[in-house]
């Protein structure tokens, strides 16, 4: 039982280049979530999905499009990345929206 | 909207001292409420949660929390801290509703002193 996974752990971009963070729970949660953590501003809510098929817009979700690939599968996309991306993205999953979250390992991401 | 402040950035204890952190909420109805705990480098862990009945929540690693109406508060506590605790703690609100889903606070670092 793995729980949530991240892949990859740590990429460098350059602007302008696009990349997908994946992510991957073995729970059989209903919900996922893409967060971005930055120093003093906590976690911030990119993109959700409540159940499978569904995917809203969460506090940042400028510059990103996510996709539900299916119950297990959740990933964010950076079309073209600007340095102000650079962050370290978590992914969570829970049951449901208002149960625990679980979170990933996360990826830092660096944009030169 | 729902929303949560953690008034302290960063808070250092002695190993064994007490330790209170606090966490302010602002929601109209009964909030949904965690805390969630990071160690350097990793993702965020439960601590405990709070969404109705007895108002002292019980969580894991001996940390306790006061769920308090009146001031909107829902502060972190433990009567001694080790050394294993230093971290960032983050409190979290959630709401009911079409639109659920958790805000988080921006954390506060606790530093333990030997």
């Known amino acids: 039982n793995a729980g949530v996974t991240q892949t990859p752990k740590f990429q460098v971009l350059k602007t302008g280049q696009s990349m997908t963070l994946q992510c991957a729970q073995d729970?059989?949660?209903?919900?996922m979530y893409w967060y971005r953590q930055d120093p003093g501003m906590g976690l911030r809510l990119i993109y959700y999905s409540a159940s499978e098929g569904t995917t809203d817009k969460g506090e940042v979700p400028n510059g990103y499009n996510v996709s539900r690939l299916n119950k297990r599968e959740f990933s964010l996309r950076l079309e073209s990345a600007a340095p102000s991306q650079t962050s370290v993205y978590f992914c969570a999953s829970s049951e449901g929206t208002l149960e625990t979250q679980y979170f990933g390992p996360g990826t830092r991401l660096l944009v030169l | 909207a729902q929303s949560v402040t953690q008034p302290d950035i960063h808070i250092t204890v002695s190993e064994g001292a007490s330790l209170e952190l606090r966490c302010n909420y602002s929601y109209g109805a009964t909030p949904y409420l965690f805390w969630y705990v990071q160690s350097p480098g990793q993702g965020l862990q439960l601590l405990l949660k709070?969404?109705?009945?007895?108002?002292l929540v019980q969580g894991i690693k001996g940390f306790e929390a006061e769920f308090k109406r009146s001031q909107s508060s829902f502060n972190l506590r433990k009567p001694s801290v080790h050394w294993s605790d230093a971290a960032e703690y983050f409190c979290a609100v959630g709401s009911t509703g079409t639109a659920s889903k958790l805000t988080f606070g921006t954390g506060t670092r606790l530093q333990v002193t030997l």
């Open positions: 729970m059989n949660h209903n919900s």
């Open positions: 709070y969404f109705s009945g007895d108002t």
